[in-house]
């Protein structure tokens, strides 16, 4: 089956660091992919939708400027936080279209903010 | 928009079943989705419904009523690794994306 990963799968950085994190789909070409977060015992809360070749869109509340989304192929997103602040730590999870199954989720990444 | 609802928690006894709903409004209904997340990593396909009726896969089935904005996952057999999250997702005609209920924890106990 369809296999999405992620790297890192955890990192810790300091306050006021950028951090990169990519979602890969392995097998398939993904021009749809989706940015979750997930804080502890929540549920999952989309972040925006990355479109590759164009420009992702943003679910309301979340800071564009912050959460860079860049889909530059058919099988890499990258999410990278700026300016990480604690209060950014979080479980992110990655997402890939598709039909019968929803969506093809990646492993997450779990970010530290110090 | 969507109101996809889920009790928060359900606790069960290790060989029971349980059953966990779900109830959605939606505009353009294009299907409902179950996954299962263990605390810690990302959720993992459990079940599909686009029609009205029981989808049975081994021990987990699902149901689905289109006309009551219904759906329920169902678990036999319980056992201690099926303590996790459930989350109920709701595609809609024309979105990518799919939209999420709260999710319910279950915890089995022996």
């Known amino acids: 089956g369809a296999v999405v990963s992620q790297h890192p799968s955890w990192v810790i950085c300091k306050s006021g660091t950028s951090v990169k994190i990519e979602c890969r789909s392995l097998d398939f070409q993904a021009t749809t992919m989706f940015w979750y977060r997930q804080f502890p015992k929540q549920s999952l809360m989309l972040m925006a939708t990355?479109?590759?070749?164009?420009?992702?869109?943003?679910e309301q509340g979340v800071e564009k400027d912050k959460f860079l989304i860049n889909h530059a192929s058919l099988t890499l997103s990258t999410l990278t936080v700026t300016s990480a602040h604690p209060e950014d730590s979080s479980f992110y999870i990655c997402?890939?279209?598709?039909?019968?199954?929803?969506?093809?989720f990646g492993p997450g990444t779990r970010l530290t903010v110090t | 928009g969507q109101n996809i609802d889920q009790p928060t928690e359900m606790t069960a006894t290790e060989g029971a079943i349980v059953q966990i709903n779900c109830t959605y409004q939606t505009s353009g209904f294009n299907g409902l989705f179950w996954y299962q997340q263990h605390a810690g990593e990302a959720p993992t396909f459990l079940s599909y419904n686009v029609l009205d009726g029981l989808e049975e896969k081994g021990r987990f089935s699902s149901f689905l009523s289109r006309s009551k904005g219904y759906s329920y996952l169902l678990l036999k057999e319980l056992q201690m690794k099926d303590s996790a999250s459930y989350l109920c997702a709701v595609s809609e005609e024309g979105a990518n994306n799919l939209f999420f209920g709260t999710g319910t924890r279950l915890t089995v106990i022996p």
């Open positions: 997402s890939a279209r598709q039909p019968t199954q929803g969506q093809y």
């Open positions: 990355s479109n590759e070749g164009s420009k992702a869109t943003y």
